[in-house]
């Protein structure tokens, strides 16, 4: 079967660092992508990895290791729009699925 | 428009209406997707469209009834629900269905449906 573990909620303030880390079991491995869904909003792309290592896009960064079914998404620079929910989803061997994980709440303080 | 866009944005029905979903995307796209979003749950897949051929089916109850006229229009029709179906049906498109083209998912900001 598959399965992403990545966390509930976190709440970081304004203008600091947060990392969202996800980890996956699933039979075959393409890559694994995060999306962005404001309340009420269509998820939004923002980033896939798959090869291992570091992809920076502008205040947000991804990061997978293969060898440990884990990833994470790291935010910067923190800003009050950037409270949302954000999920990693992985492609697996079934080249039309996409298995999403459960979703993390993400709240930015002042 | 531009995207992904769902008609209606909230819909009400009874055990025993019937009722129909709408997707639309003029991103030029080939395939196109069904998710149900339910509070706390992942995005569970519900079915896939590549060239308006049903690739998957995603063990969905009869009750759901796709339909793909088009690669730029996609339908959900509903029958006999249930009130655990009460959820946010969101579709979604992307290039294709293998390749990088596979890799972007596109949303529309979903439908959502609550059974009496």
């Known amino acids: 079967g598959q399965s992403l573990e990545q966390p509930s909620e976190v709440t970081a303030v304004e203008g600091a660092i947060v990392q969202i880390n996800c980890t996956y079991q699933t039979s075959g491995f393409y890559g694994l992508s995060w999306y962005q869904q404001h309340d009420g909003g269509a998820p939004t792309f923002l980033s896939y990895?798959?090869?291992?290592g570091l992809e920076e896009t502008g205040r947000f960064s991804s990061f997978l290791s293969r060898s440990d079914s884990y990833g994470y998404l790291l935010l910067q620079e923190l800003q009050m729009k950037d409270s949302a929910s954000y999920f990693c989803?992985?492609?697996?061997?079934?080249?039309?699925?996409?298995?999403f994980g459960s979703g993390t709440k993400l709240n930015v303080k002042p | 428009e531009t995207g992904v866009t769902q008609t209606p944005r909230h819909l009400v029905m009874g055990m025993t209406n019937k009722k129909s979903l709408k997707c639309e995307q003029h991103l030029g796209h080939n395939a196109m997707y069904w998710y149900k979003q339910s509070a706390k749950k992942p995005l569970e897949l519900m079915f896939v469209y590549n060239f308006k051929e049903q690739t998957e089916n995603n063990s969905v109850p009869s009750r759901f009834s796709p339909e793909c006229p088009n690669s730029s229009h996609l339908f959900l029709h509903l029958h006999t629900l249930q009130p655990e179906d009460s959820a946010l049906y969101l579709c979604a498109s992307s290039q294709e269905t293998s390749g990088t083209g596979a890799n972007v998912l596109t949303f529309g900001a979903g439908s959502r449906l609550t059974v009496l």
């Open positions: 989803a992985v492609r697996g061997l079934n080249f039309n699925k996409f298995y």
């Open positions: 990895n798959a090869l291992d």
